[in-house]
């Protein structure tokens, strides 16, 4: 019967091709828009670190006093720490793991001094990173927790610069030359990608990931400045120690605390540590922090721009018109049947067999619908990525996910609209329309 | 024209008009938010940044193995970009207009007042700052050569000898418009600080709509400063009409002939740094272009499909119609008031949605309300659209014969 059915609905869509043609349209150009718009907000709300998400915090404090705050900040916290803090908080040990981090300049020198030098993101971390945020390795390991007390010159390569580098060999023990100083190389990353990279939203979260990594002690001993946002209140002193006894926030900080416990213990720990502070007469307000998982933080941090959700907004009442539309011209097309359908009636074929036959017909044209939506998002994500930076559109691509969704939500979304059409056929009164013959 | 008839005769297809409704008034909502979105944006890129763009060209320097000498290889550098060929001026300076980074800062007009009285964005330059960026002084001086001095890395806190601000930032300080000669305070450096010049324009780096910088955009202050850093400083070219990519060329080449042991990042005139920064602004005009284009396509479409179903479906009673002594322009305009009405209830809808989601956008963005107008604009578009829509339709039904009445079934 099922098979039966189908064929009189195929049947009956050629029968009017411009109308069919027309519904096929309208509903692959909603979906198209629709999932356009969707799979961009999916690649860019996505969970970048989903195994993991719930255990890694940024910890937030108030070193600047509730009256100091710009406009930005109404919560009077900022996203970053200073030095001081960092220095604490590495030095208590309160979590699992932690790590204070930033994003530094530095020039590469090439092996071949014919070269000219090219410039390099440089991560300086501990060495807690690399298990904090499951960071895949190919070769080697991380530096070691010696090496961060020594400020050892080490460092990490990223899978794409020890391709650049040494054409993708095992290069642990080789160094290599940053701003004239050489470096050994203690491990290469694996493939590793992070979208967005939440643990520094400050440059390009949807950019380029880091290619170098070496210890934060390291570093800040090199006075190697920092890349992103640094932000200062209250008197800073002169020269790189100024900066460092500042409490101008330029450094991010992460914690890995697997439980609920761990995490109720961490802000006991972050206020304990705020109040010591008052009472050791820096901070002349009462504790105020904060501590933010990965989810928690990408939501404060508005990381999805408002463009994509007013893009979405605009692309569902899009495909609201466009089923609406398709609806209307079934309704006509079903109605425009209606002493075919009577005469069936009146031969013997129940309501519930119009009703499936009509059901299956606007399926049918769902899926086609939803088959031309799928090959118009493609084109759309295409024509997005060239119109727009990465900060807008990431590297969304569709996934099977994507296109299970699509043909499911074009299949579902045109049998809803015809499910009036179908209704009103299923009622069509035999002995009206055998009359009007 | 009767409406009786009409209505009494859109009573028994009412879904299908109340479809029609619906799909106007959300194509109306969309369209116009979507215009005035179109507008703003298209203005906020336009903004002009006060240099002359299409001769200024930045170079991204990068010193490599932390050189002690650079103050001397700067000067050395910027000596040599001026007595380039087709070159005007040239400067050095921690950012540039459009390039979306900078340092921002307090201004106040007293020491220690708890809250700056306007937020500026700094840009270093010497003497040849004005020149090289093309900027128009209005009032007061330019640097002198002997207030121009190094600043070692942004951790370097001496105040500068004089600074030089933008009429908005002037106006902002001191409203009674007479900066020249007052002095600010800023918020970490210590000291006063006076103010000898006025240039009429100048951006602030950033311009992401809404984003930072929105809020000060035409707030700028030039510091007599050579910014020595082992962060990348930017060369400001300034070259002769029509001279900027050959003048890129011949910087470059010279800049490495000096010293190998720096990086060029890139090269680009501000032109091209106007259409990087406003891309995304861009890629959304377009983009929602593209969607109102095909919205108000499908909507026609639909009209178009749903009325020659109801033509189809009065072939009969149009036929009688037509015997019974009316003319083709009274079945033409049977069909066009039909869809008037309906838009007009659409367009109604469409008003009350278009402004009810201007208040969410208004809302999440720091976006303007929006203008009536373009609500009426909107409504006349969708209106004019039903009209034309229903056109073929309407003449096909004007061309069923009288006789089709005649006719059996």
Redesign the interface.
Known sequence: MFRYYVTLGLRSLRRNVI?TA?MI??IG??IG?CMTALTVFRAMSGDPIPQKSGQLYVPQIDNWGP?NHSA?APDHLENQLSYIEVQAFMKAHAAKRQTGMYAT?Q?L?PADPNQ????VFVRAAYTDFFPMFDVPFKYGRAWSASDDENRAPVVVLSREMNDKLFGGANSVGKTIRL??EPYTISGVLDEWKLLPRFYDLNIRPFGDADTIFMPFTRAIEKQ??N?GS?Q??G??????E??LRSDCIWLQFWVELPTEADAQAYRAFLNNYAAEQQKLGRFHWAPHTQLRNVKEWLKYRHIVP??V???I???F??L???L??A???M???I??RASDIGVRRALGASRRAIFSQCLIETGVVGLAGGILGLALTAAGLL??RS???K??VALAHLDMTDTALAVLLAVGATVLAGL?PTWRAAHVQPAWQLK?? | MEFRPIISAMRRNK??AI??A??MA??L??LCN?LF?IEQRVAWSQRPTGTDEANVVVIEN?W???PPDLGARMQGDLAALRSLPGVQDATSSNTYPLSGGGSTTGLSLQPDQ?NATALGSIYFGDEHAIGAFGLKLIAGRNFNSDEVVDKV?????KPPAAIIVTRALAEKLFPNGNAVGQSIYE??LKGQIPIVGVVDRMQVPWVGA?G?GSKFAESSLIVPFHFL????TYYIVHSQPGQAATVMQAAQKKL?DIS????I?KALTLTTARTEAY??D???V???AV?CA??LA??S??IV??T???V??RRRQIGIRRALGATRNAIIQYFQTENLLIAGAGALIGIALALS?NIW?VN??AMQRLNTVYALIGAIVVLVLGQAAVLWPALRAASIPPALATRA?
């Open positions: 109308l027309l349209a309208a150009v909603g828009a009256d930005g300049l020039s020198w000219k030098p090219t410039k701003d004239n190697m400045g890349v640094t200062c209140n008197d800073v002193g002169p020269g790189w100024g900066r408002s463009e959700r007013i893009l907004l605009v692309s009442g899009f609201l018109v466009c609406m539309n609806m209307g011209l309704l006509a097309k109605m425009g024509a997005a119109l727009l930076t900060e807008f009036y009007a013959q | 879904v299908g479809l029609i619906v799909q959300i194509t909502a969309i979507a979105l990068q490599v193995g932390n708890k890395g942004y951790t370097d806190l918020e970490s809404g930072w850093s082992s962060y990348p490495f190998r042991a720096r990086v990042e891309k995304d861009k890629g959304l377009v983009i929602l969607v095909s919205l499908v909507t479409f639909g499909g749903l020659s179903y109801w189809a479906q989601l956008m999440i963005f079934a």
